[in-house]
């Protein structure tokens, strides 16, 4: 565990500290079973379970509603493609968040790296639940600030930060060295520190 | 140490996790260095906030309709969207009596197979409910055959085909290994893939 992410298991209840993904909960696995078999009924309880994690994640990553959406549904049906692989070695969670970082960034280079900033206009687009924040003006001022990060810093916070990989894994996803990860993430928190504190 | 190594070392000096003396050669820099001291606030401010996102945001709308059109059938499942394939009735009547009332035999012989004996009683229980309940779709689907065009009949007792092929399968496999969950579930999932298969051939309506 790295950066603000280990520091926020130092300095905050478990209960606000965020892990990459919370452990699935243990309805789980008759679902997933059933999922495998080919039950889009289950399949579809999964979904439920588990989308607010994967939007979240592709919001930040892209930093556009837009595209964040596209992005979900396209992480939930390479899903159910790849489900009857799914071992269970890992939490399903866990499972769907890795391959919800590999949509965005294959998106990402299919795309040609998009350059585009598009900012989150209207916070209130994002729908958090309840009781998740203890600060909502706070912590939306971040969601808006993240959103209007550059691509590249933006993703690297949003891992490093946010979820917690180290700049090897970066590096390897984002197909860059580990000092350019490293250069954007101080990058990514400079423009934070100083968007912020506008 | 200089600036470069002490932002290096600042997120794991913020976290507790350095070392002793690196931790001393780090609050040595900070003392002297404003611009370190201010980075390291920064970065404590930004985990806090970081530290309140929210776990989870919803989408905007509901995913879940566009998802499942995306969704490729596989082992027992099925899905279909009849509505694809419904058609103005009026073209094909001739036909459409002809070939759906041989269809609909056709399906009845093939979608009601018979009890294995080897199941477990509470396997067999679910299966005669699901049977019950296919032979009333049945019935339904056969009273409305006349509104539906030879082509959603033909794809019908297809897909139809292939589920009792799949429980066929399953129940003959179960029959090997009685104790297998996931075979169970195979079954079971496949049956309710022909019960939802026929609940959307029951109610399919022609297309004005």
Same mark, same amino acid.
């Given at each position: ?20 993904? $919370? ?39 892209? +930093? ?6 596209? $992005?979900?549904?396209?992480? =939930? ?23 919800? &970082?590999?949509?965005? =960034? ?5 795309? +040609? /790296? $998009? ?28 969601? /808006? ?6 691509? +590249?810093?933006?993703? &690297? =916070? ?20 580990? +000092? ?5 993430? =101080?990058?990514? $928190? ?9 | ?98 070939? #759906? ?23 067999? @229980? ?69 019960? #939802? ?7 399919? @309506?022609?297309?004005?």
């Amino acid at each position: 565990m790295t950066g603000t992410a280990a520091l926020a298991r130092e300095t905050l209840p478990l209960s606000l500290a965020r892990g990459t993904v $919370r452990p699935a909960a243990p309805a789980l696995p008759e679902a997933v079973r059933l999922a495998q078999a080919g039950d889009d009924g289950a399949f579809e309880q999964l979904y439920r379970s588990t989308v607010g994690r994967v939007h979240a994640l592709c919001l930040r990553l892209t +930093g556009d509603p837009v595209q964040a959406a596209e $992005r979900t549904q396209d992480v =939930f049906v390479r899903a159910w493609e790849q489900l009857p692989t799914f071992r269970g070695e890992s939490a399903f969670g866990s499972w769907l968040h890795r391959i919800a &970082v590999n949509v965005v =960034f294959a998106e990402g280079r299919a795309a +040609g /790296r $998009r350059e585009r900033r598009v900012a989150v206009s209207d916070p209130a687009t994002l729908t958090e639940r309840p009781g998740a924040s203890p600060a909502p003006g706070a912590t939306m001022d971040l969601e /808006r600030a993240i959103a209007g990060l550059p691509p +590249g810093a933006r993703q &690297v =916070f949003v891992l490093y930060d946010v979820e917690g990989y180290g700049h090897a894994e970066i590096a390897n996803l984002m197909g860059i060295a580990e +000092g350019t990860s490293k250069a954007q993430l =101080f990058r990514a $928190r400079r423009l934070l520190r100083e968007a912020l504190d506008r | 140490m200089t600036c470069d190594e002490v932002r290096d070392a600042l997120d794991g000096y913020a976290a507790g996790t350095v070392d002793a003396a690196v931790r001393q050669s780090l609050s040595a820099h900070l003392d002297g260095c404003a611009e370190c001291r201010t980075d390291l606030a920064a970065r404590r401010r930004v985990a806090l906030l970081v530290a309140q996102l929210a776990g989870e945001v919803a989408p905007a709308e509901d995913l879940w309709p566009a998802i499942s059109r995306r969704l490729t059938p596989r082992g027992a499942g099925v899905r279909l969207s009849l509505r694809r394939y419904a058609w103005p009735l009026a073209a094909a009547a001739t036909v459409l009596m002809v070939l #759906s009332a041989s269809l609909t035999a056709w399906v009845l012989h093939l979608s009601l197979p018979a009890p294995a004996g080897a199941l477990a009683p509470g396997l067999l @229980a679910m299966e005669a409910s699901y049977r019950s309940a296919t032979v009333e779709l049945l019935r339904a689907l056969d009273a409305r055959r006349v509104e539906l065009a030879p082509e959603t009949v033909a794809t019908l007792a297809r897909n139809l085909a292939v589920i009792d092929s799949a429980l066929a399968e399953a129940r003959a496999a179960l029959q090997q290994d009685p104790a297998n969950r996931v075979l169970e579930a195979l079954l079971l999932a496949a049956w309710r893939q022909k019960i #939802s298969l026929l609940r959307q051939g029951a109610a399919l @309506a022609p297309e004005a």
